[in-house]
């Protein structure tokens, strides 16, 4: 069977969850032997065998970002004569697969990393463009032969933004970690590199500069911590430049009235990543949108406990009171995941981070408990066995 499996990210230019998924799942379905998986995937040539890069149309330089990933999807869409199904990740390869589903009359399975219609705000980053991104996630949806939703909370999401599509068509296969690749790995010249002070207790944040991700609530948040505690931001690739601006803005205030601010701005390799995860004392994830969060499992295999929102599939990946803390909120119901009261979850946070630094021994044992939880739980062999359950169901 051959399986063409389209996405905006591959290696080596990965920046969010759903590139990481894409690159596990495809080793784990290569490795089995009996498949053929080809990567089509945004970008240069790659090195890779089985693997096509696609540049933008040189014709649409100067379009909309939307209009010029639409451009790459129809190059895609071609290269899948010869398949017998298509897989694609994120709205950008969506009209690829839907595409490519008609013109070669195969099956087209979506999994679901996010939705249009809860992250309102990239209509900052893209004006009009939000509005075909919108139009080519809803007609991909609801065509697909089948929707993989990477938790129920995402199921529930894409049910509500989508009522059209039928609710057995969408199955639940949860994101995965290499739990070889992400354990603890204590490196101090890293921390060295990037001024952290392993003496000191740590809430370290590694995410991308987004409204998703909640960061500005952290950095407000931080000015509550007691004061030895060092926050370690790894956070950069800003969604625009007004979000941009407000956080070099709340981190600048911040670091007025608290020392211990460590922002890296860059994205690290993961062997560095690795290391500041594993000096840290509790990691916190405060998006106020997050269909379940790589980053979560990541920093779990590294032995971090976790202190985060209690929204979108987070519950289905931290467990309260063993692996770490979930700080609940209740959200504006426009789309946005604005919390209805924005200082309360601001004192929430603050207070479940002051609680998970004031106790290092019980903080090493919910990191522990989620190290043995990402292992047995979330591995990609299991995620690729499930997505292969799909793929059937569908071929039937």
């Known amino acids: 069977m051959r399986v063409d499996i389209l996405s905006k990210e591959y290696p080596p230019a990965i920046y969010g969850g759903a ?20 990567v089509r995937c945004f970008g240069g040539p790659r090195d890779e065998g089985g693997t096509t890069g696609y540049p933008d149309l040189a014709e649409l330089s100067g379009a909309n970002p939307a209009l010029q990933t639409m451009g790459v999807d129809l190059t895609m869409a071609q290269d899948c004569a010869g398949a017998d199904l298509v897989h694609s990740h994120t709205w950008y390869a969506n009209l690829g697969g839907h595409l490519a589903s008609l ?5 087209h399975v979506v999994s679901a990393h996010s939705l249009e219609p809860l992250r309102p705000w990239k209509a900052e980053q893209l004006g009009g463009g939000y509005a075909l991104s919108s139009w080519v996630e809803r007609t991909a949806y ?11 909370g995402m199921r529930a999401d894409i049910l ?6 039928e609710p057995d068509r969408v199955r639940v296969v949860h994101n995965g970690i290499d739990a070889e690749q992400w354990q603890p790995r204590a490196d101090e010249a890293v921390l060295a590199r990037h001024g952290i002070d392993p ?9 991308r500069i987004t409204r998703q991700k909640g960061l500005p609530h952290l950095l407000r948040a931080a000015r509550l911590l007691p004061p030895e505690v060092q926050l370690v931001l790894c956070a950069g690739a800003p969604d625009t430049p007004e979000i941009q601006a407000e956080v070099e803005g709340l981190i600048a205030e911040l670091r007025e009235v608290r020392d211990g601010v460590v922002w890296i701005a860059e994205m690290l390799p993961r062997h560095e990543v690795v290391a500041v995860l594993t000096s840290g004392t509790v990691f916190v994830c405060p998006s ?14 590294c032995g971090l406990p976790v202190v985060g929102t209690a929204t979108g599939g987070i519950p289905e990946v931290v467990a309260d009171g063993a692996t770490g803390w979930l700080v609940p909120i209740e959200q504006v119901q426009d789309g946005t995941g604005t919390p209805v009261d924005p200082d309360g979850f601001v004192r929430d946070l603050a207070a479940a981070l002051t609680d998970a630094v004031s106790d290092p021994e019980r903080a090493r044992q919910r990191g522990e408990a989620g190290r043995r939880r990402a292992v047995e739980e979330f591995s990609w062999g299991s995620i690729a066995e499930r997505t292969l359950e799909v793929y059937g169901s569908v071929l039937r």
Do not use: K
């Open 103 to 107: 013109l070669h009359g195969v099956p």
């Open 142 to 152: 609801e065509s697909a032969a089948a929707i993989i939703a990477v938790s129920h």
């Open 19 to 38: 590139g990481v998924h894409v690159a596990e799942l495809t080793r784990a379905l290569r490795g089995r032997g009996d498949l053929d998986v080809q």
């Open 199 to 207: 003496a000191r207790p740590s809430v370290v944040f590694v995410g």
């Open 160 to 165: 509500r933004s989508y009522p059209q599509v």
């Open 288 to 301: 106020v949108y997050e269909p379940l969060g790589i980053v979560n499992l990541e920093a779990m295999a």
